[in-house]
């Protein structure tokens, strides 16, 4: 019979065609119902490529409507050849086998009709409905009739048969198609999305299974088109979608399966949870810190999606609403505030308490009952926070008036009826109108009332990698731009564009650079907490204070300073800050004090560390050190060299050894650290006073300030910042000890003597001290003078690491490129020092 | 946890990895090859800066553009005699696994060859010669139609470990 149908249409529709005046476009229009009522005979018989055809040809119809009759020509042709090709495709078939392919269909539909009669009307209508939108077109609005009326059946047939929450999702698209009606949308999506969505939950409901999954994102589509305005509706709607799922609930028994990837994610949301607890009290100290809110974010994230995979339906919505509120926020929405904090908190508090329930579940082997368990309300209010503070959630403008005093209660009355009468006028003009308040004061409640959003800097994380690459390419544009420099220094004029440039580049290495740099308020906080801790345990009382906290500081080198401070906090509340009675004793406040300063000396930042304890023992010290064979007796030491003492390995005048520090690895280590990255550690103490460490480390460890001198044929850097004075040494001004141990005299002084090229075993020859420079260099106290052949000038150079394979040699500290491109070597004056002493 | 591989995948891994395209290079009359996945590039000889208190195989760093890779004379390193370096001398730079990154080094060989596509049945296991000769870098011996050549496992001949160890040795 359809085909018949079909096919007596289709012979109507071309004599339409061939009748309709191809300059009146509007005749078209009669074809339309024609096309469609092909087109639903056709997916009925499953002739499913003669259905598309009938589209491309309706496509044809409305873009021939849409633009008129200029292009209509080839339109018209196209339409009239598809048209006839279908006939022929039509005639083409057997009629006799389509008409049994669709008794099949039909017959087929009867068995399940026995069993399940609700569900198998409704996947009917819900076909009917698939085809409307297949074949619906912008501006139907008898289509749309049609839709809303099969929607209702589904509405009607859903509530009958228990299946809320295809009757809840079929409502929702009936407002919005309602809506469609009402504003001419013509976006079909998410009406399509729907009924995708109902015929998964139709088969999950076939099976006797429940639907669990999480179909959020269809209804937002939906949502997103409707008039949000309406707080009331969206939380009436969750209200809806809520109370389907208390059927679900009822005792089952969870397979073993189950209970194994129920126990993961249960371990794995408490840990969550805790997170988020910490992560929400440093958000209220800092509101506007998106990572914080990411941190927060990303856990109830995971727990919603695992939650919906797991059908706990409670759980999932709940962590849902708090994702969506805390998204708004990461989204620079509104600013968090106390209430939101607290909200956040209470949905953790419930999730926690859900989560509890699961637990119980597992150990019973059936899942308890959560009913009690109200989150609706505190849904509805996620909800609320979210649109209410995205909206910006001003205060109204007429409370503003009153606070200011501007307006008195009943004026402020008035002119809201005024406003009720006559809804367009803003408040503002009315009550300007009515004279009650200047335009002024208006305009100023009108700032207030939007308050403007602090600045922030938009940031972006960056790996550090890359950023490390960055400065590194950085330096080798400054090393290319000064070798251009002197390539070109004779011609005039390219030279000014070389200087051009090498000021752009200076600029970039400079923020290259400052990339790099951050507070370091950071690891002077960590210490806080370390003080109070080590306080506890030690019986103490110890107070941290800071200066100069917001110092920057290089990346790599905040790294670096962390463990030695650690260690040197450590000793000092433990060896320098005294018990209480011995404070009281010494007249003393029973409050030990430690402050950190943090400051930027000449290229260095200082780190100093001062405690008002009870200073270093020199004599105690010394004992120790000849106790142990550190020294040999009564040799005559500076005051630093003393102290430097306890920075040797093995040194500990500790005479308990506690579990907080003592076991004599202590100030090595600190020191070595700090040497390891060009640093610098020296005490300053007073008996009883009190004992202050001071760290000096490079503000950058990319680049250092260097004299390049040339020896033999080689090139070595030597850091500025070692070098004491460079002199050629004057007759009388040399000496050697059994004609081997050779010192150079500077004013007095007698320096001992280095010959790089035998340290470093390059050459052999003794170059004659008068063709020579020497160099004094000092470190830790001591000085040495470096025989050198020439200076060749001082110059910033960016450090470049050797390599893993060639970090530690002794006397390097690494390499630098030279202006002609060649790696020439950094000199470590110290390690320099410390081969000499083992020769 | 990649560590406790069994002794059959590693043994599988091996395989696998010695099937595969090698850059053959030059060496005295010896013909060496290295797996082409360890090449990072080919550069011209340059100016190198010697560093003290290094093996003397070490030849000391070079710039490559910008970063700087130690060089290892392979010659050096496989106690050959040391030949001036001629316009063929060329620099392989690989990229050797050692702990915690891959790192960069240039080795001088006196010629680069080819680019070979080796079989794995055609690379036979590395002999044992006795005391006087460490195999342990060498992964095999590919016959091929220009002759033997010597597979070199790379991460072993450039071991990180044996350029620091020597430090104060000279």
């Known amino acids: 019979m359809p085909y018949e149908i079909i096919i007596s249409t289709t012979e109507s529709l071309i004599s339409e065609l061939i009748l309709s005046d191809p300059n009146k476009p509007d005749s078209l229009k009669r074809l339309l119902p024609i096309l469609k009522c092909i087109h639903t005979q056709c997916t009925k018989a499953a002739l499913n490529f003669e259905a598309k055809k009938i589209l491309t040809a309706r496509h044809i119809i409305d873009s021939i409507l849409k633009n008129g009759p200029t292009i209509n020509g080839s339109r018209f042709s196209d339409l009239e050849r598809i048209l006839s090709e279908f ?566 005048t500790a005479k308990q050894v506690t579990d907080v520090s003592g076991r004599g690895v202590g100030m090595d280590v600190v020191k070595d650290g700090i040497e390891k990255f060009r640093g610098h550690l020296s005490i300053e103490s007073k008996k009883g006073k009190g004992t202050k460490f001071i760290i000096s480390l490079p503000l950058t460890l990319a680049i250092i300030d260097g004299m390049l001198v040339g020896v033999d044929d080689e090139r070595y850097v030597i850091p500025t910042i070692a070098i004491q004075k460079a002199f050629k040494p004057g007759q009388g001004e040399y000496f050697t000890v059994e004609n081997k141990g050779e010192m150079v005299k500077d004013r007095g002084s007698l320096i001992p003597l280095i010959r790089l090229n035998e340290i470093y075993g390059t050459s052999n020859n003794k170059k004659s001290i008068d063709a020579c420079l020497v160099v004094v260099v000092e470190s830790k106290e001591e000085k040495r003078a470096i025989l050198i052949d020439e200076l060749l000038g001082k110059d910033e150079y960016v450090i470049k690491s050797l390599g893993h394979s060639m970090d530690d040699i002794q006397g390097i500290a690494g390499g630098a490129i030279m202006a002609d491109g060649k790696v020439g070597l950094i000199l470590d004056v110290d390690g320099i020092f410390s081969i000499v002493s083992q020769k | 946890m990649t560590k406790d591989k069994s002794p059959m995948d590693q043994a599988i891994k091996e395989t696998s990895i010695k099937n595969g395209k090698y850059l053959t290079f030059s060496l005295e009359q010896e013909e060496y090859g290295i797996g082409i996945l360890k090449v990072k590039e080919i550069i011209g000889m340059m100016p190198i800066t010697s560093v003290p208190r290094t093996p003397r195989f070490v030849k000391g760093v070079i710039n490559l553009r910008g970063k700087v890779i130690p060089i290892v004379d392979l010659r050096a390193k496989f106690g050959m005699e040391s030949i001036p370096y001629t316009e063929r001398t060329c620099i392989i730079v690989v990229e050797i696994d050692s702990k915690d990154a891959t790192v960069l080094i240039g080795i001088v060989v006196d010629a680069v060859s080819e680019v070979l596509n080796i079989h794995g049945d055609e690379i036979e296991d590395t002999p044992a010669f006795g005391t006087h000769l460490d195999t342990e870098y060498i992964m095999g011996m590919a016959k091929t139609e220009g002759g033997v050549k010597i597979l070199l496992n790379i991460d072993r001949v450039l071991s990180i470990k044996e350029i620091q160890n020597i430090q104060g040795v000279m």
């Open chain 1, 87 to 652: 006939r022929d495709q039509i005639k083409r078939l057997d009629p006799n086998e389509l008409d049994k392919a669709i008794e099949m269909e039909v017959t087929k539909k009867p068995d399940d009709e026995t069993e399940n009669s609700e569900y198998s009307e409704l996947e009917v209508k819900l076909d009917a409905l698939s085809m409307l939108i297949a074949g619906f077109c912008p501006g139907e609005i008898p289509d749309l009739g049609q839709m809303l009326n099969t929607l209702d059946d589904l509405i009607n047939i859903s509530q009958d048969s228990d299946l809320k929450i295809f009757c809840d999702i079929s409502k929702c698209c009936k407002a919005y198609i309602e809506e469609m009606t009402l504003k001419n949308l013509d976006d079909t999506n998410p009406v399509e999305e729907v009924i995708t969505l109902l015929k998964s939950i139709l088969t999950y409901s076939k099976k006797g299974e429940a639907f669990t999954f999480d179909y959020s994102d269809v209804l937002e589509m939906l949502e997103e088109n409707l008039s949000r305005d309406d707080i009331k509706e969206q939380s009436a709607q969750i209200e809806k979608e809520d109370t389907d799922h208390t059927i679900q609930s009822a005792p089952e028994k969870i397979s073993d399966d189950d209970m194994e990837i129920l126990t993961d994610f249960i371990s794995e949301a408490e840990e969550n949870l805790n997170t988020i607890e910490v992560s929400l009290i440093e958000l209220e100290h800092d509101p506007e810190n998106t990572d914080i809110i990411d941190d927060i974010f990303r856990p109830f994230h995971t727990i919603k999606g695992v939650s919906g995979f797991l059908s706990l339906t409670k759980i999932n919505k709940l962590a849902h609403a708090t994702e969506n509120l805390l998204d708004s926020a990461r989204s620079g929405d509104f600013i968090i505030s106390h209430s939101v904090t607290d909200t956040i908190l209470a949905s953790v508090d419930t999730l926690k308490a859900l989560l509890d329930r699961v637990k119980q579940g597992i150990q019973t082997g059936h899942s308890a009952s959560d009913d009690d368990i109200d989150v609706d309300a505190l849904r509805r209010h996620l909800t609320y926070l979210q649109t209410s503070l995205t909206k910006g959630g001003k205060e109204p403008l007429g409370q503003i008036f009153v606070r200011k005093k501007e307006l008195t209660y009943s004026d402020l009355d008035q002119a809201l009826e005024i406003q009720n009468k006559n809804s367009h006028k803003k408040l503002g003009e009315i009550l300007v109108e009515e004279k009650k308040l200047a335009p002024e004061q208006v305009a100023s409640a009108l700032m207030e009332q939007s308050p403007v959003k602090k600045k922030m800097d938009v940031q972006v994380k960056v790996s550090t990698q890359k950023l490390d690459d960055l400065v590194d390419y950085a330096g080798e544009l400054v090393i290319a731009q000064s070798m251009l420099r002197q390539q070109t220094q004779s011609d005039a004029l390219i030279s000014k564009t070389v200087s051009q440039l090498g000021q752009i580049v200076n600029n970039m290495q400079n923020i290259a650079m400052s990339m790099r740099m951050i507070p370091i308020k950071a690891t002077f906080m960590k210490m806080i907490r370390l003080v109070r801790d080590l306080s506890r345990k030690s019986g103490k009382e110890i107070h941290l204070s800071m200066t100069g906290e917001d110092t920057e500081i290089d990346r790599n080198v905040v790294d670096a300073l962390y463990e030695p401070m650690v260690h040197m906090i450590r000793n000092a509340c433990d060896h320098g800050i005294e018990a209480l009675s011995e404070r009281s004793e010494a007249g003393k406040p029973a409050q030990g004090n430690i402050h950190l300063y943090a400051y930027h000396k000449g290229g260095n930042i200082v780190i100093e560390i001062e405690d008002d304890g009870k200073g270093l023992d020199k004599d105690k010290i010394l004992e120790k050190a000849q106790s142990t064979g550190l020294i040999q007796g009564d040799e005559q030491m500076t005051d630093a060299q003393v102290f430097d003492l306890i920075m040797q390995p093995g040194f500990s």
